[in-house]
């Protein structure tokens, strides 16, 4: 993974929403040295036991976490997310630190974007979507597909080369377009942070619509 030289911010990796019923996979794919790690903190509950993990991807259907306590497959659990709410599972894959859990009924992911007013804000929550998107870079207008967005930015994939550290404007569907950078590349990847934080509102509201829609 590449970004500028006057861009030296790795780029962040944070808690993943996804709309899915499917409980997240057990994925190879690690954060290393080059990405800040800014994964939501949650609580499990074990019998009498409460012990916190970090919530690296969540569905509908389920979620995936880094442990730091022992865990046992088909072990019952409950997580708390969002505060208040405790979330009953158990459970279904250990891979070292990091374990899956498939929870005994859906959720609604979108309520847990949500916060109140004396809830702890997830920071920069980051949701997976496919979508077609446009990212113009001076004159240029490539069609991409949108990987996933959060508040900060958003993950596209374009066949035409993109310059890391470019300005460029971004539009989305039922979004209106947005100013951005781009700050690294992985091969046909690309990371973009927009330059101004879109509202969490806003970005429910467009995930509602398209809930909707589907």
Known sequence: MLWSETLDEPPIETTTYSMSSEPPADSERRADERHMTLFRVATLTLGDRRELCLVKNISAGGVSIRAYCHLDENEPIQIEIKQGQQIAGKVTWIRGGD????????????????????????????????????VREEAVVHRSTLHNISQGGLSVETPNPVT???????????????????????????????????????????????????
């Not at 046909?188 to 909707?212: H, K, M």
């Open 99 to 134: 374990a899956g859990i498939t929870f005994d009924e859906r959720v609604d992911i979108i309520d847990l974007l949500k916060s109140g007013e004396h809830d702890p804000r997830p920071r920069m929550p980051r949701i997976a979507v496919t979508s077609t998107c446009y």
């Open 164 to 214: 890391v550290g470019g300005n460029v404007t971004v539009s989305i569907p039922g979004l209106s377009p947005q100013n951005a950078t781009v700050r690294w590349t992985s091969g046909n990847r690309y990371g973009i942070s927009f330059n101004t934080v879109l509202p969490l509102a806003v970005l429910i509201s467009w995930l509602q619509d398209r809930s909707a829609a589907a």
